[in-house]
């Protein structure tokens, strides 16, 4: 996993890497110019958020309205109780829990708070999403921020993607290098994961930072975990498994668990059901 807060600092000390910076965030063009259509959209820090111990961004699925209640987004692993074991789902947990609710030069403009784990799990993916206590309609109303838009569709490999981070307040930019059959980390598996090309180079803190096509400026993965050391399925070492059980270890990169699935499990409201037709989210 790209480990929380204590790893993260311990990750810093020992590489020296940069804890501030907005990376190479793309130009907007401005309405109506020639080719605007055409142009990647601006990826900034507006709608991400930071965490205690982690990072995270303020989510839409396409279903959602204004007056529903904001859905925070980060990874399983940086659940609040603890990491969930293999095969643990967790769905309308109460939670009290605060996030720093940043703007495009990832300056805090709000501090914003849970009512609940909607649903958290570490099997086949590596995802919480908490339910706010204030709507989309109000944080917009109030902050000026829109939340980021999550995308229905698979991601594509080749394409250019940026890795934001709250925590850190940095952008990664780098490509979708491919799909990994099976991911294996321990003793945590999952499925379809999404690779980076190299120049992601992501550390510990960047877990749940949003993974954004650059074109769309959708969410398209959740960043969550790299081989750190070269060893084979441990901790903080996943492998790659292939359909035929073939393993390969990739030294130095990192990979994201793609969200395109979610918006299946949620109806009217932003409200969780599992049972929806098209739903692959992990049961309790």
Same mark, same amino acid.
């Given at each position: 996993?790209?480990? =929380?807060?204590?790893?993260?600092?311990?990750?810093?000390?020992?590489?020296?890497? /940069?804890?501030?910076?907005? #990376?190479t965030?793309?130009?907007a063009?401005?309405?109506?110019?020639?080719?605007?259509k055409?142009?990647?959209?601006?990826?900034?820090?507006? %709608? /991400?958020?930071?965490?205690?111990?982690?990072? %995270?961004?303020?989510?839409?699925?396409?279903?959602?309205? !204004?007056n529903?209640?904001?859905?925070?987004?980060?990874?399983?692993?940086?659940?609040?109780?603890?990491?969930?074991? =293999?095969?643990? &789902?967790?769905?309308?947990?109460?939670? /009290?829990?605060?996030?720093?609710?940043?703007n495009?030069?990832?300056g805090? &403009?709000?501090?914003?708070?849970?009512?609940?784990?909607?649903?958290?799990?570490?099997?086949?993916?590596?995802?919480?999403?908490?339910?706010?206590?204030?709507?989309y309609? *109000?944080?917009?109303?109030?902050?000026?921020?829109?939340?980021?838009?999550?995308s229905?569709?698979?991601?594509?490999? #080749?394409?250019?993607?940026?890795?934001?981070?709250?925590?850190?307040?940095?952008?990664?930019?780098?490509?979708?290098?491919?799909? &990994?059959?099976?991911?294996?980390?321990?003793?945590?598996?999952w499925?379809?994961?999404?690779?980076?090309?190299?120049?992601?180079?992501?550390? #510990?803190?960047t877990? %749940?930072?949003? &993974?954004?096509?650059?074109?769309?400026?959708?969410?398209?993965?959740?960043?969550?975990?790299?081989?750190?050391s070269?060893?084979?399925?441990?901790?903080?070492?996943p492998?790659?498994? !292939?359909?035929?059980?073939?393993?390969?270890?990739?030294?130095?990169?990192?990979?994201? *668990?793609?969200t395109?699935?979610i918006?299946?499990?949620?109806?009217?409201?932003?409200?969780?059901?599992?049972?929806?037709? %098209?739903?692959?989210?992990?049961?309790?």
């Open positions: 996993m790209r480990r =929380p807060l204590v790893g993260a600092l311990a990750t810093l000390l020992l590489t020296g890497a /940069t804890v501030a910076g907005a #990376g965030a793309t130009a063009s401005p309405d109506g110019a020639a080719g605007a055409d142009r990647p959209k601006a990826v900034g820090f507006a %709608g /991400t958020v930071a965490l205690s111990n982690c990072s %995270g961004s303020l989510v839409r699925l396409p279903g959602s309205s !204004d529903d209640p904001g859905l925070v987004m980060t990874n399983g692993h940086c659940l609040e109780t603890g990491m969930p074991g =293999p095969g643990e &789902v967790i769905t309308d947990r109460p939670s /009290t829990r605060t996030f720093s609710l940043l495009s030069s990832a805090k &403009v709000a501090t914003l708070r849970a009512t609940k784990v909607s649903y958290a799990t570490m099997t086949d993916t590596d995802v919480t999403l908490y339910e706010l206590n204030t709507t309609a *109000q944080i917009k109303q109030r902050y000026k921020i829109d939340a980021l838009s999550l229905s569709d698979h991601p594509v490999a #080749g394409t250019s993607i940026k890795v934001v981070s709250g925590f850190w307040k940095k952008i990664y930019s780098c490509n979708a290098d491919g799909f &990994v059959y099976r991911l294996r980390e321990a003793d945590w598996t499925k379809d994961s999404l690779r980076y090309t190299s120049s992601c180079n992501t550390i #510990g803190g877990s %749940g930072s949003p &993974v954004l096509d650059a074109n769309t400026g959708k969410v398209v993965a959740i960043n969550n975990t790299g081989n750190e070269g060893e084979r399925c441990t901790m903080n070492n492998c790659e498994e !292939d359909e035929n059980g073939q393993v390969t270890v990739r030294q130095g990169i990192n990979y994201a *668990q793609e395109y699935g918006a299946k499990c949620f109806t009217t409201g932003n409200k969780l059901d599992l049972g929806l037709p %098209g739903c692959e989210l992990p049961k309790p």
